[in-house]
């Protein structure tokens, strides 16, 4: 019987489904003990803090996560940070394989004059912010104007869109923060404008979360029926149309074609539109944006302006790969050969591919990876894991602590028809996992 040490660094959906992968594997011959090391004393990830607090469906994955941590030979290490409680060095030495699934947290920037301006928001500050993500409570959002405007034409720009165009009444049963909750309730927001830089033909939205914007009860949706038209035409002088995108052009002229509920929130998505200039004189004022066009195939940028004026923005344009001492980043993300960094060192998920995927896509690339590593394994070590290297007295939170905080936010949540409430104090979260 070999038995071999597996840490994986990382509590999200990548190193939930890494471990699994590793569990999967195990024969009468073969066992793998594996240590999940989380910096937050929280784990799951984005499935916590990512996932939209409207869509619970999404979430329900957690139990799948739960299964895997209850499998024998896992033991989780929450509150231990990468680089502060242990190194990396000390993780290859006493591990058999050390993966790393720490995700794209870092937002990209747009690289125009005005970003810096207060109200200029990153999608990587604001979805934490709302959900409940310790590190970023303080972050500071001014919902106090009538116009947001979303840059990105992805899920996570539909995401903010939708949050903060809906009716905040419409979150009470939801486990957002109860920060920003209240927040939204004072909101005095009113339009909500999507701008994706290329045609509707490029969006990178998905259909099933189009087809759900004309259901929402309190926000009418707008899209301008001519945009879509023209992608659908330029998309059909290009031969065969894939099925994904076929379904989202139909999906955006159904929305177009929806008739509107009069209503004052307002949701609108429009193409061709990049970002220039961010103005204002301490804050968010207005949005200068080029006029794009699709000429050829290709997507240029015309002499033509036009401006919004707007308080907010969120930039929801994509993320780079978190850094750690000793590993390298080439393009947003960790630097690495089908999974492989070097020696007994691994990447999966975002930090590995780039922050492209649904919670699902992590389930196959950790598969793959664990298999690369199956078969670079050579004679199991021997050698304490994790715990030896922790200082005394560093409160570290493992299962049985996490289950202790679960259970203390989802009995919270019951009291008041919430899924749960979400602490978001890391002393107060540390103390419920020690009562
Ligand atoms: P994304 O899907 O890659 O979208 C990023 C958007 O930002 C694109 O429209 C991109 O336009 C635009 N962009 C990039 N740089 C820009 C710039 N300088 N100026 C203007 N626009 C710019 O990324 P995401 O929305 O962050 O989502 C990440 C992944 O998570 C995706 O795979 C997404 O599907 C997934 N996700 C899924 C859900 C869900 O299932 N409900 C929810 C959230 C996220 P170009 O195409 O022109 O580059």
Known sequence: MRIYKIAIVGSGPAGYFTAQAFQNAQTDELTFNIDMIERLPTPWGLVRSGVAPDHPKIKTVSKVFEKIAKTEGFRLF?????GRDVSLKDLRERYDAVVLATGSSKGRKLGIPGEEL???ISSAEFVPWYNAHPDYVDVEVDLNCDTAVVIGAGNVAMDVARILAIDPSEL?????????????KQSKIR???ICGRRGAEHAAFTAPELRELPRLENTDIYIDADQINQASSRIEQMGEVEKDLRNNLEAMRLIAEHSKKGVQRKLEIKFLSAPIEIKGRDKVEEIVFAINEVKDSKVTTTDKTFTIKAGLVITAIGYDAVEHAGINIENGRIKNIAGHIEHNVYVTGWAKRGPVGVIGTNKSDSNDVVELIISNLTEPKES???SALIKSGHEVI?????EKINASEVISGEIAGKPRIKEVDWKRLISLGRS
């Open 78 to 82: 929450a509150n231990v940070e990468l």
């Open 398 to 402: 493992d299962q049985v602590s996490w």
């Open 172 to 184: 009470d049963p939801t486990d957002i923060a109860e920060h920003a909750l209240v927040k939204f």
């Open 118 to 120: 207060a109200n200029c």
């Open 191 to 193: 339009r909500v404008i």
């Open 384 to 386: 304490e894991g994790v």
